[in-house]
T-cell receptor, first 114, second 116 residues
Framework: GDSVTQMEGPVTLSEEAFLTINCTYT??????LFWYVQYPGEGLQLLLK?????DKGSNKGFEATYRKETTSFHLEKGSVQVSDSAVYFC?????????????FGKGTLLTVNP | NAGVMQNPRHLVRRRGQEARLRCSPM?????VYWYRQLPEEGLKFMVY????????ESGMPKERFSAEFPKEGPSILRIQQVVRGDSAAYFC??????????????FGPGTRLTVL
């Protein structure tokens, strides 16, 4: 079945550091890929998405590129801020009959220190 | 436009009691999804409902768990005779159309269930 593996945390960075959170997936067909972010005490918010190979999703300075050849969707940001501290979830939505189910990774806790 | 609402945010039950979790989708959304997050795990799909219909309940335990989305009112996830292993965060999401690659699921803040 579909699965998502993402970098285990926690990740601790200083403000303005470069961020990479690795995510790889296993799925048949052509899934859509997502990054969700969960701030403390809140629900998950969609951060960015990509629906086909080589697409780049971007939002709020975050980027991720859908790499079919390496089955990856790594999240990057050039300069993190304290306000980026949150849990980040990589997820996929399959392309088959159940194309409404999101399959999530376990989440990566990011803490950014001033 | 209010987001997805869930209540209660925290729920404590003793073993054997019933838990009822409520979810009000975003305005204009008629598709609701429930996910469960066990400690140290990612979110796992439980059930997908449209108004008055269960579309897919393949992720929901066969016993003690049920879900509904009536014509009027919120979606309800009901857990009967709770056990300690039911302790988790339960998230509801909603979407405008029939789900799929081009539609976004919007998530609520979750209900954290603790079974004593």
């Amino acid at each position: 079945g579909d699965s998502v593996t993402q970098m285990e945390g926690p990740v601790t960075l200083s403000e303005e550091a470069f961020l990479t959170i690795n995510c790889t997936y296993t799925a048949t067909g052509y899934p859509s890929l997502f990054w969700y972010v969960q701030y403390p005490g809140e629900g998950l918010q969609l951060l960015l998405k990509a629906t086909k190979a080589d697409d780049k999703g971007s939002n709020k300075g975050f980027e991720a590129t859908y790499r079919k050849e390496t089955t990856s969707f790594h999240l990057e940001k050039g300069s993190v801020q304290v306000s980026d501290s949150a849990v980040y979830f990589c997820a996929l939505m399959g392309s088959g009959g159940s194309n409404y189910k999101l399959t999530f990774g376990k989440g990566t806790l990011l803490t950014v220190n001033p | 436009n209010a987001g997805v609402m869930q209540n209660p945010r925290h729920l404590v039950r003793r073993r054997g009691q019933e838990a009822r979790l409520r979810c009000s989708p975003m305005k204009g959304h008629s598709h609701v999804y429930w996910y469960r997050q066990l400690p140290e795990e990612g979110l796992k799909f439980m059930v997908y409902l449209q108004k008055e219909n269960i579309i897919d309940e393949s992720g929901m335990p066969k016993e003690r768990f049920s879900a509904e989305f009536p014509k009027e009112g919120p979606s309800i996830l009901r857990i009967q005779q709770v056990v300690r292993g039911d302790s988790a965060a339960y998230f509801c999401a909603s979407s405008r159309t029939s789900g799929g690659r081009t539609d976004t699921q919007y998530f609520g803040p979750g209900t954290r269930l603790t079974v004593l």
